[in-house]
């Protein structure tokens, strides 16, 4: 249970126990269209449907869908020649397309538009001759997909003690993109250092950091300020949970935990702690949100106050090759 509550949050410090609920919070448009996408081929061509990786970031949502019929392999080498295979959200290089026609797999392309946003950046500079350095975490699927875009351009950037490393061929042809699941402010302070060997650094047409990212980023400093506790439910190889916390911790919070459910808070977090703020990453059901505020009401804590700081309607349209072919079924039903 929640009721709404403006921003920014006052608290009075003597009143008795609160929890504040973030908002928005969960599923961003990018995992939802993900996630709807292997249920419709689920549907449509039934089981199995192969995914490459995990289609987002969330083990609940990943063993969901094994339940229904999904089977998640680590490459396509382990995906039947012929069969339906569906790219996650993250997004996959060149190389993986090719391997799959070489492999005659029907493919479903699940990834998020907005890395795909990221993805033309990439082959726009790399066009240009630009060297592009990527400000992302090493071995994420979405780094990896677009670096293989345009590898012979593209160099790894994850800390701003990296920058003294790097080496272009033009300094005055150097420009950045990022993982789209970073924190905002780490981002920012590893392209100011960048910008400081390079003056001449180009940016990308437009933030590379989601919507969804800085809303729940945001979201959180609202509800961080004087909270006792923040939990934040997300996976632990969920990049944008794992900011979350940190969002949290710079923005004021005592304390701050990721959890991929309620079985995992730990009952002595709650010691000396009266104000507690629930978030979720942008991968996170909200199920999961609901089953943390159950174990915190059963605990004496209240029904959550809701802390709007975003409005959000995006909605992202299927894969076209899934929408075709839920139209033929469609027409062939008559």
């Known amino acids: 249970m929640s009721t709404d509550l403006g921003i920014p949050p006052v608290l009075d410090a003597d009143a008795a126990r609160s929890v504040l609920l973030a908002a928005p ?37 990943v063993a969901n869908l094994e339940s229904r019929g999904a089977v998640f392999v680590e490459e ?32 479903i392309d699940a990834t998020c538009p907005l890395v795909t946003k990221v993805h033309h950046e990439a082959r726009r500079f790399a066009g240009e001759d630009y060297d592009i350095l990527l400000i992302g975490h090493a071995g994420h699927e979405e780094v ?15 800390t701003p003690e990296d920058v003294a490393d790097i080496e272009v061929r033009d300094p005055a042809k150097v420009s950045w ?6 924190s905002v402010d780490e981002t920012m302070t590893i392209v100011a250092a960048i910008r400081e060997r390079f003056p001449q650094l180009l940016d990308p047409p437009s933030d590379d950091i989601c919507y969804a990212t800085q809303n729940r980023q945001i979201a959180v400093k609202e509800i961080s300020r004087a909270a006792d506790l923040v939990i934040v439910v997300g996976s632990g ?39 507690v703020s629930v978030t979720s990453g942008a991968s996170v059901p909200e199920d999961l949100v609901e089953g943390v505020l159950a174990w915190l009401a059963e605990r004496g804590y209240p029904d959550a106050q809701a802390v ?7 909605i992202f349209a299927l894969p076209p090759e899934l929408r075709r072919d839920i139209r033929a079924a469609e027409k062939a039903r008559g």
């Open 177 to 182: 993109l990022s993982q789209t699941t970073l």
């Open 76 to 107: 396509l080498d382990e995906v039947p020649e012929g069969a339906t295979v569906v790219f996650s959200a993250h997004g996959v290089s060149p190389l993986v397309h090719q391997q799959a026609e070489q492999r005659s797999l029907k493919t």
């Open 237 to 275: 190889n969920s990049s944008n949970s794992v900011r979350l916390v940190e969002v949290a911790l710079e923005a004021g919070a005592k304390a701050a935990y990721r959890v991929d459910d309620a079985t995992e808070i730990d009952e002595a977090w709650l010691d000396g702690v009266d104000n």
């Open 308 to 314: 709007h700081s975003a409005e959000e309607s995006l």
């Open 25 to 61: 919070r969960g599923y961003c448009a990018g995992v939802d269209r993900a996630v709807i996408t292997v249920e419709k081929a689920l549907d449509l061509y039934g089981a199995p449907v192969y995914v490459r990786k995990q289609i987002v970031h969330n083990k609940h949502v």
């Open 144 to 158: 990896e997909g677009t670096a293989g875009e345009a590898p012979d351009h593209i160099q790894l950037v994850q």
